[in-house]
Every structure is written in structure tokens, then in C-alpha cells.
């Protein structure tokens, strides 16, 4: 089996249609699909090479497809200067049905090394899923990344929060809890009041030159970090996608903070049923403005009547300062994996861990919230 790996083009489609077509008749997972599109709906190349973007690339044995993956590539601050980095997604190939192709899971990841050396992956799911193991298995850095909740409306959560209501007991017992009250009596304590002080407000649009000065100031801060600047927040977060709510936070007139958030009403979701969840996905504060920021998103979320809050943070003073407004640690299936060259530059680790700044818009972005 001779495979070349190219960029997936709109010709390519009809090809990856049967792809699909072949795992849906060999019991794979209804998850397990490729983007039936060869141009990525989150930031797709813009034509002039502007990053961040992202592009998918195919594995063809012939003239049949037999895996892909998507590539963002994207400017970083990397232990004190920029550099391009590359973002490893969605990874898949047909040895998902058929042991003969098994193979194809390593090539898809040496194709992508090859394209960019300083390549991470972020989020995963199961940490026993192919490719989690198969980065473990390389030698790649590979830490979970702290999954962070808020109850907003607690009888809701206990009883449309389908993660938890695994077991009859389980169910019974959350249900009572909701009917009784003593869900928000017991959230109210461990969770505490939200925190006082002043809110953020809502912004359709970031002013580019504070955005610029903001990233400037608080880059130093962190060891590893996507470039947060004017034109990488408005590429990533377009003022004309709806879906993206953006918040502001100054004190005495000069922006000290911002956040990017969703809030998305679910429909019959695995993990969260019909409840309204409240996502934290990207956020950027001057140094020492970290938990004010953190307090006006949890108000203003808050604010909006979602049920639940959720985040995913790496860094650990962002963590922190979630935690000093209420949220609570849970169960994460989202890791982080750098590949050796990229974990060299950052060496040595446990010295510049606590400053990796990772989200969710770091990584697959708006994708399944």
C-alpha cells in the first residue's frame, strides 16, 4: 500500500463521501466522520496565507481515500519570542473498521510533523482512544487539562446533566435533590456567592489598538501561548459570527481584561440533554487583572440565565482564579500533547507548565458547543 497524503480539494469530495459511506457499513462510531467539505467552516485559509487557519489533508491508496486530518496552523509566544505552531485535529483513518489499514493512524501524524515540527493536539476525549495512546507511545508530553463547572441553576443541572445520571440510584437521587431544593442549598454552599464587584460589558466588536496594547502587556506572563492579538481575535472570533459573545472588562476607562463566550441551548446532547451551558472558551487579562476578569464572565454568563458554566483552562492561575468564583473541578476527557520539539523549547517543564495558557478556542473552537 502506497499512500500519498495532499490537501483535501473540492474535488475530493465524492471520495470522502464513500469513505464514509464505509465506516458507517462497518459499525463505526456515527462520531467518526470527515468533513464532507473541503473548506473548513472555522477559519479556513483566507487566500493571502493570514493565520490562524485551518485546511484538511487526505491519505489516498490510489484513487480511494483512506484517512485525513485537519492542520491550524497559528502564531504562538513560545518561551519568550513567536513562533508558527501547528495544531493536530480529527485525525482518522479506515483502520477504525479494518486492521489493514492500521497503519495509516502514525502515517497521518508523520505527514503532519513534516508540515509542522512544533505540532500539539488538544482536547481527545478518551485518553484510551487510538490517538491518545499512540502520542503517549511517541513520547509526547501529555497532561490532562483541568475541566471547571458552575452550577447557574442547580435543580436543572441535577436533572438534565446526563453525564452524572448514569445509574437508576444515581437518578432517583438527583431528582429528589432538585425537587426538594436542597440541590441549590447544597451548590449555594460549595460554590459560594458570586463574587461582587463590577461587570464586563457586552462589545460586538474589540477596539484593535487596546486588543494590541492588552496582548503586549500580558504575554509575558505565560510560557505558551496562541498570539491574542487585534487581528488573531478577530479571525478567530469575527465580530459577524453571532455565536461568539464577547465581553469586556475595564477599570477607570482602560481595558484590563476580555473574554469569548458561548451560550448554546443544547438538544438532546450525550453529556448535557436539553440543558442551556454556558461556555468560557478564550480569555486574556493584564497580569495581576486575572480573577477580576474571571468574576465579571461568571456574572455576566450568569446574568444571561444559562443553567451551567463549563470551561476547559490549562494555566493554572486562570484555574485559580474560576475556582475563587465558584467553579468547581469535574471529570476531564481534554488533554493536552506537545510533540518532543515543542516540549524542548519549553524545557524544563515543570518550571513552565503553570504558564501554558490553553482553551477551547485553541482547539477545535466552536465544534459540538
Known sequence: MALRIAPYTEADVAAVLAFNSRLTAGGADPAFRMEERSRALWIPPD????????????????????GGYALKRQRFWLAGEERTVGFFRAPLSEGIIDKKYATIGG??????????????SLGMGNPERPLPRMLRGLRWTFEPVEFLFRAARPGRVLRGLR??????VRRLAMDVAAWTGMASV?????????????????????????????????RGAYSFSAVRDA???????PADDERFLRLEVREQGRLIGWAVMLD??????KYFGNLR??????????????????????????GRGVDLLISNCAHHGWADSLRGCGWRNGPTNFYLAFSPKLAKLLDPWDANRPGVHLMRGDGDGPIHL
Open 47 to 66: 487566500g493571502a496565507g493570514s493565520l490562524p487557519y485551518q485546511e484538511f489533508y487526505l491519505a489516498w491508496d490510489d484513487d480511494v481515500v483512506r
Open 107 to 120: 502515517l497521518l501524524l508523520r505527514d503532519a510533523l513534516q508540515r509542522e515540527p512544533l505540532l500539539f
Open 163 to 168: 453525564a452524572v445520571r448514569t445509574t437508576a
Open 186 to 218: 447544597a451548590f449555594r454552599v460549595r460554590q459560594g456567592a458570586l463574587p461582587a464587584g463590577e461587570g464586563g460589558a457586552f462589545t460586538e466588536r474589540f477596539s484593535p489598538a487596546e486588543l494590541n496594547t492588552l496582548w503586549n502587556s500580558a
Open 231 to 237: 487581528a488573531v481575535v478577530e479571525r478567530l472570533y
Open 264 to 269: 448554546t441551548a443544547m438538544r438532546d446532547d
Open 277 to 302: 451551558v454556558g461556555t468560557l472558551i478564550d480569555m486574556l487579562a493584564e497580569p495581576g487583572r486575572e480573577a477580576r476578569v474571571a468574576a465579571a464572565a461568571t456574572r455576566w454568563l450568569t
